[in-house]
């Protein structure tokens, strides 16, 4: 699996704030170009947007100067999710994306919720960075030393279900996780992050606490790929 690594950095956990000001945020309504779904043709629901700060920069050493904002977006309302795993392919320019490979599907009725809405409130976060010693914890869980519930119950870590630029075997014990090629440059894509259905928005992106959204990226190519997984 290939990740960003840097120096003495571990990744980081996203908290929510009460403020909706904050560079990198959940849901929101700006409308990109050609953030629409070809299967069912409505806009693509924005899960989370990363503006590309100098801290972003500085961990991932290739994206273009003229890339502000990574989006970061997803169908719910075709049957893809009928498919776990399935990747999604779209490009990102300076306000616009562009689909490069889209799976087959269709609209579904009322999926997955009734008056699913066209895009969600905007919820500010912050960028928290796991220490190292948050890192050995996730490494001792890996590895056997700890189990999860001792670690949940005894507080030795923050436990986020949103997390981002992260080493990913913290996630992926049961092997969910994909090794993907962009499909412009063909190289293999870097683990960006994985997302769960637990903000507290009054409609839920996803409206089912077991599926998990996982994200690559390409920074030389500006390519996203995005699947789902069933935890
Ligand atoms: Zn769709
Ligand atoms: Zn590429």
Redesign the pocket.
Known sequence: MHYYKNENFFGFYIKEVDSVDTDHFFGGNEIINGAFCPNCERLLTPLFTIKVTDEIRGIMKFIPESLEIIPLFYCWTCDLFEENEIVFYYSVGPNCVKYLKVPKGKKVDGWPYKNYPPFFERIGVELIKYSRKEYQVYIDVCTGKFNWLDVINENMIIFSDNTILNNPCFIDNKGHLKTIK?P??C?PMKYLGKFGDSLKMQNKFIGNSSPVMVFHF?E??C?VGTYHYID
């Open positions: 962009c412009i440059c190289k390409c030389v190519c390519t």
